[in-house]
């Protein structure tokens, strides 16, 4: 069987070992490449298998890889490439914990053979492993026009989730906050960034502006527009509540 995959894929494009890729900077890219932040931990049925050559386990833009537990995929479907960022939860406050996950990039479904299929990397956001795990692709949308109001000081969010282990975050990168459609969270809202000082005793630091670019059930991507100060993981989100 491992023969037989191996000359199946033989002829297909490779491109040799698989490159960091730039900052991003297109906003679409952006928000297709951000990271996840899920309530509880992820239960894949499809992953990256390996690829033909014996020991390789990273793969660049146009490599064929082995997908496995690809039950019901056809030829030409796409799909995100993602993995689990291990331990990055109990690094963040108890409160709307998220579960961190690493988007590499996304691939499509170019050959199918019961269970296993063979998918070409089209956009790499970063390198892809063995072991990654694959998603339905939903293509990225821009969010409307900044949706101004009143920041909700009341109600805030926190700041949850840079992509991997990031600790810090500063203008231009995307952020997970705890808050999402059902508090009431919309793409284009803006958002206050800030910190208590004197544990809650004392006046607020004004750390930056934000932006929601897609909100979730419990959670919103946020691009961090501008700051005074570096954003740090736990801080806290006025978000700017539309009145109608």
Not at 18 to 24: G, R
Not at 49 to 72: E, K, N, S
Request: aromatic share 6%.
């Amino acid at each position: 069987m491992t023969l037989l995959i191996a000359l199946w894929i033989w002829s297909m494009p490779q491109t040799g070992a698989a490159q960091t890729s730039a900052p991003k900077t297109d906003p679409l890219e952006q928000i297709a490449c951000a990271p996840v932040g899920l309530p509880a931990p992820v239960v894949p049925t499809m992953r990256v298998l390996g690829g033909y050559v014996h020991g390789r386990t990273m793969f660049g833009p146009g490599d064929a890889m082995i997908i496995g537990g690809g039950a019901g995929v056809q030829k030409g479907q796409q799909y995100f490439v993602r993995r689990a960022v291990p331990d990055l939860s109990v690094k963040q406050p108890k409160e709307g914990a998220l579960y961190g996950v690493h988007t590499a990039g996304w691939v499509t479904i170019i050959d199918v053979k019961d269970t296993i299929a063979i998918a070409t990397l089209t956009h790499a956001c970063d390198g892809v492993l063995e072991g990654d795990y694959l998603e339905p692709f939903v293509p990225p949308a821009l969010p409307p026009s900044s949706l101004a109001g009143a920041p909700d000081y009341a109600n805030p969010g926190r700041i949850m989730l840079a992509d991997e282990l990031r600790q810090l975050g500063a203008p231009g990168m995307v952020l997970l906050m705890n808050r999402g459609v059902d508090d009431g969270v919309r793409a284009g809202q803006l958002l206050t960034i800030y910190r208590e000082s004197i544990g809650g005793l004392g006046p607020i630091i004004d750390v930056g502006r934000g932006t929601v670019l897609s909100a979730n059930a419990k959670s919103a991507l946020v691009r961090v527009d501008s700051t005074r100060d570096a954003v740090y993981m736990g801080d806290l989100v006025a978000i700017h509540r539309i009145t109608q």
